[in-house]
């Protein structure tokens, strides 16, 4: 990486991987922003975030980066949000977080972006809320609190649902993973993660998350975990995969053409910035794609009833729900929301449309988008 730093926030956009903010060697924060360009295997600078902050929340929407909240120089959380599209000359101010706050879990999800927990220099927080981009600067919506409050969490979201990931509570790390449904607005706990670990990274591939690194490692006198756990959102069910080879924490992952981008960080718990950037594949059986057949949403080898009932199972009762989120999008808009289950309706019963493909065989799906199956 071109500057060493830890405390970093990492996020794609078109085809770059950009590394923004985060502590430098003298501790201090910056406002640094530089990209990483796998194809030409080089670092350039873009501009700087209006402030120096550290241990932001960042993702990217329509190929627009954001920067959520954050720690200033003296630790405490900040409100302030920006955006920045490439070939900007500078990033834009946009609404400000309903509460101050860093170290937190960040993911988009269906338009929007989320932000849940996090610490303030009065302590770690359960907050939780959802910006939608618009004019303005957009706005935020306050929603209803994790379960468990805990900061330097990781975040993820596939099928519709949003994740949040081990973190810690003071001295203590946290296993929990919990998971929010926008459509019933209720949390629910997950299969917790085997290794838990603080200042964790990250990387969504279809229904799989990959969970890099942290620190709070008792058993390592660099206090630094190597792990790399997979979770199967579909199977509720984690999987150990091959450790990093330059454990780390205070980082961020960013996927990239089926590769995962893990750079900066430090090497031991605490201070220690690093330059390091690697490159994860995941192995072959992971990046296969699944087939389905559209509709077949709880996977029975049959389209019927009660398919749509599972689909408004999961909607409404926050229940299991669809064994394929592909197979229960039954209108193929890339969503599942209500209108899955009067589509299948309407072509069970009153001779609607077809579904789309695939079908009536098993296929992987034609159409891109971040369901998985």
Excluded at 189 to 198: N, Y
Excluded at 201 to 215: I, K, S
Excluded at 222 to 242: I, K
Aim: proline share 10%; hydrophobic share 35%; net charge negative.
């Amino acid at each position: 990486m071109a500057t060493p730093r830890q405390e970093v926030a990492v996020a794609e956009a078109g085809g770059k991987v950009y590394v923004i903010g985060g502590i430098l060697a003298n501790r201090g924060a910056t406002n640094l922003v530089e990209r990483y360009d796998p194809a030409l295997d080089r670092w350039e600078s873009v501009p700087p975030l209006p402030e120096p902050l550290h241990h932001i929340g960042a993702t990217s929407l329509d190929g627009v980066l954001y920067s959520i909240g954050g720690l200033n120089d003296g630790f405490d959380g900040v409100r302030a949000c920006f955006a920045y599209a490439d070939g900007d000359r500078e990033w834009k101010r946009i609404a400000l977080l309903p509460t101050a706050r860093g170290a937190m879990g960040a993911a988009e999800l269906d338009g929007k972006i989320y932000a849940a927990g996090g610490q303030r220099s009065s302590g770690t927080v359960a907050e939780f809320a959802a910006f939608s981009p618009g004019p303005q600067g957009g706005s935020w919506e306050t929603l209803a609190p994790m379960p468990t409050a805990r900061n330097h969490l990781a975040a993820g979201a596939s099928g519709g649902l949003f994740y949040a990931i081990s973190g810690r509570r003071g001295g203590a790390i946290r296993p929990e993973v919990e998971c929010y449904n926008p459509i019933t607005g209720d949390w629910s706990p997950r299969s917790p993660i085997p290794t838990p670990r603080g200042g964790i990274a990250l990387a969504v591939l279809g229904t799989r998350f990959y969970v890099f690194g942290g620190e709070g490692n008792r058993a390592d006198p660099s206090g630094v975990f190597p792990e790399n756990e997979m979770y199967d959102t579909l199977l509720d069910q984690w999987f150990a995969r091959r450790s990093m080879s330059i454990p780390r924490h205070g980082i961020g992952a960013a996927p990239l053409g089926g590769s995962i981008f893990i750079p900066g960080g430090a090497e031991v718990e605490g201070f220690g910035v690093t330059d390091a950037n690697t490159e994860y594949v995941p192995p072959s059986e992971d990046l296969a794609p699944r087939t389905f057949v559209r509709g077949d949403a709880n996977g029975d080898a049959g389209i019927d009833l009660t398919d749509a009932i599972s689909i408004l199972f999961r909607l409404f009762l926050d229940g299991p729900g669809p064994v394929c989120p592909d197979a229960a999008d039954a209108n193929d808009d890339g969503r599942i929301n209500l209108s899955d289950p009067v589509h299948l309706l309407d072509h069970l019963f009153r001779e609607g449309p077809p579904l789309p493909p695939p079908g009536p065989e098993p296929a992987p799906d034609p159409t891109a988008d971040g369901l998985g199956c």
